[in-house]
């Protein structure tokens, strides 16, 4: 009787080594943002004090996957163009400013270059 329960006691620990290596070898790997890539959509934008551009970023792992996270926004300088948590920015005064996305520890720049406000004539922009 001894030598059955040791039978089975050793088959249950054979069972366990098994399916932990098992589940080590095949588990699939969580994403590694610190190597994947950070991409900031335009690299530059040129507008008019008083206009709004669009900056899109998106974060991917090294598999090219998309990782769902918050990004950070910031310009360089205030003064010239402003920037939203969504990525619009604002231009608000002629100059040059560098936008910043950042994400995980991954940061990305684009430029933004704000020209002086459109003049009215008439009461209408010139385009």
């Given at each position: 009787m001894p030598?059955?329960?040791?039978?089975r006691i050793v088959a249950v620990l054979t069972a366990v080594s098994?399916?932990?290596?098992?589940?080590?070898?095949?588990?699939?790997?969580p994403n590694d943002p610190s190597t994947g890539t950070l991409t900031v959509v335009p690299r530059s934008a040129t507008i008019h004090?008083?206009?709004v551009a669009v900056f899109k970023a998106s974060l991917k792992d090294e598999f090219g996957d998309q990782i769902a996270t918050?990004?950070?926004w910031t310009s360089s300088d205030d003064a010239i163009a402003t920037?939203?948590?969504?990525?619009?920015?604002?231009?608000r005064a002629?100059?040059?400013a560098v936008i910043t996305a950042d994400a995980l520890g991954k940061s990305q720049t684009?430029?933004?270059?704000v020209l002086a406000r459109k003049q009215k004539k008439d009461g209408e922009e010139i385009q």
């Open positions: 030598a059955i329960t040791l039978l098994v399916t932990a290596a098992c589940n080590d070898s095949f588990s699939v790997p004090a008083g206009e918050n990004m950070r920037v939203s948590a969504s990525g619009e920015v604002f231009g002629e100059g040059r684009s430029v933004v270059q």
